[in-house]
T-cell receptor, first 113, second 106 residues
Framework: EAQVTQNPRYLITVTGKKLTVTCSQN?????MSWYRQDPGLGLRQIYY???????DKGDVPEGYKVSRKEKRNFPLILESPSPNQTSLYFC????????????FGDGTRLSIL | ELKVEQNPLFLSMQEGKNYTIYCNYS?????LYWYRQDPGKSLESLFV?????AVKQEGRLMASLDTKARLSTLHITAAVHDLSATYFC??????FGAGTRLTVKP
């Protein structure tokens, strides 16, 4: 089954404790991206990757890091999480960034205390 | 900077009625996507509109794109309860609107 898998689905942690949210896709997609969803703001793109070893900032990259060492994986790293990063996070993948819609993971709800 | 505005943000409708959700964007683009999100769930692709005048229909939903007006519409015909969800438009598939929360009441 074609899917985008995020882990964990839920996480409560404390300010400053490094965390990683993993994202893996099994569709051989070249394009992957991370979004955060906050009430009234829709989805805002954090980072995206056009291919292995190619990443670029989205609209809200501050406080986040990503890496794309393999085609299937695109982890999101919060080196020193802060309460304003409490949000619902979605990973997505697509054939490319041009003509095809993205496939979204089930989401990760992060609470930073 | 590309801005995407959806209207309305909240929509409560009776079953059987028609309504339109609007998506305006601020810069030139010919790629517009519509997604659906059920409460607590992920986003599901509904329509991909890739050229001026593009129209796509699926069941009771029809989406259109006017690139000259920088406007896309999602028209709901004879709404049913199962259409209750939040609908997002996305320009260039990376800049999303705030979403329209649709509730269809019996």
């Amino acid at each position: 089954e074609a899917q985008v898998t995020q882990n964990p689905r839920y996480l409560i942690t404390v300010t400053g404790k490094k965390l990683t949210v993993t994202c893996s896709q099994n569709m051989n997609h070249e394009y992957m991206s991370w979004y955060r969803q906050d009430p009234g703001l829709g989805l805002r793109q954090i980072y995206y990757s056009m291919n292995v070893e190619v990443t670029d900032k989205g609209d809200v990259p501050e406080g986040y890091k990503v890496s794309r060492k393999e085609k299937r994986n695109f982890p999101l790293i919060l080196e020193s999480p802060s309460p304003n990063q409490t949000s619902l996070y979605f990973c997505a993948s697509g054939v490319d960034r041009n003509n095809q819609p993205q496939h979204f993971g089930d989401g990760t709800r992060l609470s930073i205390l | 900077e590309l801005k995407v505005e959806q209207n309305p943000l909240f929509l409560s409708m009776q079953e059987g009625k028609n309504y339109t959700i609007y998506c305006n964007y601020s810069t030139t683009s010919d790629r517009l996507y519509w997604y659906r999100q059920d409460p607590g769930k992920s986003l599901e692709s509904l329509f991909v509109l890739l050229s001026n005048g593009a129209v796509k229909q699926e069941g009771r939903l029809m989406a259109s794109l006017d690139t000259k007006a920088r406007l896309s519409t999602l028209h709901i015909t004879a709404a049913v309860h199962d259409l209750s969800a939040t609908y997002f438009c996305a320009v260039d598939d990376m800049r999303f609107g705030a979403g329209t929360r649709l509730t269809v009441k019996p």
